[in-house]
């Protein structure tokens, strides 16, 4: 069972890596980005009130996250292991999940996180806008914003599985097939 946390600034890849991964490992893919984006297209009143802050590059509250990643594990009991993309994406959101893997006597086997600078998140983020309809890539403030909310409240998270010895980190700069293979080489050493 591999219960890997892919971490990394808005833009590192998270989502483009997850989707080579599942493939490979069978694994279930849990993103809060896309599950928030789910709710915001379905008009439910969680993805009206999620929305009016992912406009703005705010983090949603703890909570809400939180209540949707618990009621994906229960609804997924039994599967090869987990992905988490763009989650914890806060210090009480890693403590949360290390509480609700252990209700199902599991745990996180590891975080890798893709390292990429400021201005090559910008540039990836603002092509991704020309045709991705997403109103948070749509211009340069708004990107900072996000990056200014990573880096105060996401990138603490990073110590917390440092201190756990579970943090890789590799560089997210290059070819996608060429960090792809820096990921499973992570993942077939670590989850022997
Ligand atoms: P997310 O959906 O998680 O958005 P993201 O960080 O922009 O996506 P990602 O990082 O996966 O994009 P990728 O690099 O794959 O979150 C959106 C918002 O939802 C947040 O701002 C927040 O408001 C809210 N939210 C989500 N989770 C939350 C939580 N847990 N708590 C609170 N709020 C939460 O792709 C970027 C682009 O780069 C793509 O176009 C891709 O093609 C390109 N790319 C990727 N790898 C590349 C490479 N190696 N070379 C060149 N281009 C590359």
Redesign the pocket.
């Known amino acids: 069972m591999i219960n890997l946390v892919l971490f990394?600034?808005?833009?590192?890849?998270?989502?483009?890596?997850?989707a080579n991964i599942i493939e490979k490992y069978k694994l279930v893919h849990l993103?809060?980005?896309?599950l928030?984006?789910s709710e915001i297209a379905a008009g439910t009143a969680l993805g009206l009130k999620?929305k009016s802050?992912?406009d703005q590059?705010?983090?949603?509250?703890?909570e809400?996250?939180i209540g949707m990643i618990e009621n994906k594990l229960t609804a997924n009991q039994g599967a090869n292991g987990f992905i988490f993309?763009?989650?914890?994406?806060?210090v009480n959101?890693a403590s949360a999940l290390d509480a609700l893997l252990q209700q199902h006597q599991e745990k996180i086997s590891m975080m890798i996180a893709?390292q990429v600078p400021d201005d090559?998140l910008l540039e990836?983020?603002l092509?991704?806008g020309k045709s991705?309809g997403?109103p948070?890539?749509q211009n340069e403030a708004l990107i900072a914003k996000?990056i200014e909310?990573y880096n105060a409240k996401t990138a603490p998270v990073a110590k917390f599985y440092q201190d756990q010895d579970k943090y890789f980190g590799i560089n997210?700069?290059?070819?996608?097939e060429e960090?792809f293979d820096k990921i499973c080489d992570i993942l077939d050493r670590e989850s022997k």
């Open positions: 990394g600034p808005p833009g590192a890849g998270k989502g483009t890596q997850s993103s809060t980005g896309d928030l984006r999620a802050l992912m590059g705010i983090l949603v509250p703890d809400v996250v993309d763009g989650f914890p994406r806060t959101q893709l090559v990836r983020l092509e991704r991705s997403r948070d890539d996000r909310e997210g700069v290059g070819a996608i960090i």
